[in-house]
């Protein structure tokens, strides 16, 4: 396995290691090849965004339009596109479950 994980701004990950484990957030910076940036909008605020080694994060194959559209427009993201992003996740999610996929 490579150094090189794939994450793009927009995607959601679950964070494997720290405080945070189990739970989703959505990345929104890259700062290089091994650390990004990452925020729910609920607990983790946009503002006060966490730096997360890359290979602490498990990359899910959802992106986040609204979040990349906002991001490239303004270069912010507000906190309920961020919650909205995740919430959107974890229902599809459960949908998927229930259907037994």
């Known amino acids: ?3 090189e994980i794939p994450l793009q701004i927009g995607q959601i ?9 189990g739970q989703y957030a959505v ?3 890259i700062e290089d090849s091994r650390f990004v940036m990452i925020a729910d909008g609920h607990k983790r605020k946009f503002d006060q965004a966490k730096k997360k080694n890359a290979l602490h994060l498990e990359p899910q194959s959802f992106i986040s339009s609204e979040v990349v559209n906002s991001l ?3 270069g912010r993201v507000t906190n309920g596109k ?3 992003a995740v919430s959107r996740f974890l ?3 459960s949908d998927a479950d229930q259907k037994g996929e």
């Open 82 to 84: 961020l919650r909205f």
């Open 1 to 3: 396995m490579s150094n």
């Open 72 to 74: 490239q427009e303004s």
């Open 91 to 93: 229902s599809e999610q």
């Open 27 to 29: 990345v929104v910076s």
């Open 13 to 21: 990950v679950r964070i494997l290691r720290g405080r945070d484990a």
